[in-house]
């Protein structure tokens, strides 16, 4: 069975691209048979690598048509420095004008299709990581239904972490009846994102902890790992590299892109030994 994460944030601007991309480069390196989905309609996720081969088709097939072959474009693995032993695969995203967004709204199932059609790729791969759009909308919920655990990045702001309570739990209480559709809503993860270092990230966490906090519910994860903000980030994404490649150790307290995503693999996939 393949796991799926869906990256979700209702806030755009959070970093579920450079996450998507740098985890799933990563998981791969670590020999695993990976799967990116570019649910946002700017389709970033999409010219993120290089392509070795171009799927035909893209999500739209994917989900209208169950089409689950010609839909699989594969990224140049050893084009990003990954060896071309590494199996990262990649379905476009093709819905610049909401088509699928409003084909999704008016079909009955349109919801909780794409998470049947991923499961025809249980046998294929071992992670499947879904990429969302920043804004509350029909594909972001059909990409929400889909995952076995939803990660969400939060900036430290404390306007983001009301957004978060607000907005992503929001989300997933909204989305909670399509339990009885087959579909229901899986835990969430909170990643303190583009942390730095004069931030007390255990005060925040705690703050947000408590401020999402509602006794029906219990409380929610906060992941221990935080993904710290450096420009390695950036300067990998323009390289069209992982950045674990391209910052595998780093002086100093501040932990490098490759310790993160070891860190951040370790947490979410523990079964990995990372
Ligand atoms: N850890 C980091 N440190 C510093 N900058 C980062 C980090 N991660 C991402 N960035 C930068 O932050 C910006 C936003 O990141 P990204 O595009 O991944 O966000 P997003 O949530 O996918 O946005 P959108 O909602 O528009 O899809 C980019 O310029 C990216 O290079
Ligand atoms: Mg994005």
């Known amino acids: 069975m393949a796991i799926k994460l869906c990256i979700c944030s209702t806030k755009g601007g959070v970093g579920k691209t450079t996450l998507t991309a740098n985890l799933g480069a990563y998981l ?3 020999g695993q048979r990976v799967l990116l989905v570019d649910a946002d309609v700017q389709p970033t996720l999409s010219s993120y690598f290089p392509l070795a081969l171009t799927g035909e088709k893209g999500l739209t097939s994917l989900i209208v048509e169950g089409e689950t072959g010609s839909t699989v474009s594969t990224i140049e693995s050893d084009a990003i420095d990954l060896g071309n032993s590494c199996s990262l695969d990649l379905i476009l995203s093709d819905d610049p004008d909401g088509a699928l967004q ?18 025809e790729y249980d046998d294929i791969y071992d992670v499947v990581l879904i990429d969302t759009q920043g804004a509350v909308g029909p594909l972001q919920d059909a990409a929400v239904l889909s995952a076995d655990l939803l990660v969400s990045p939060i900036p430290p702001e404390i306007l983001s972490a009301r957004e978060f309570a607000r907005g992503t739990l929001g989300m997933i209480d909204r989305l909670k009846p399509m ?4 579909a229901p809503v899986a835990p969430l993860r909170g990643l303190l994102y583009r942390m730095d270092r004069t ?22 994860t906060i992941l221990e790992t935080r993904v710290p903000a450096t420009v390695a980030y950036r300067e990998a994404a323009t390289r069209q590299i992982p950045v674990h490649r391209w910052e595998p150790r780093r002086n100093g307290p501040t932990p490098s892109g490759a310790e993160t995503m070891r860190a951040l693999t370790r947490e979410l996939l523990p079964h990995l030994d990372a």
Do not use: C, F, M
């Open 28 to 30: 791969a390196n670590l």
């Open 179 to 182: 339990a009885a559709l087959g």
């Open 199 to 220: 931030l007390d990230a255990r005060a925040i966490a705690q703050e947000l902890r408590q401020e999402t906090y509602q006794p029906s519910k219990g409380k929610i």
């Open 102 to 119: 409003n084909w999704i709204l008016h079909t009955s199932d349109g919801r909780v299709r794409l998470r049947y059609i991923l499961s």
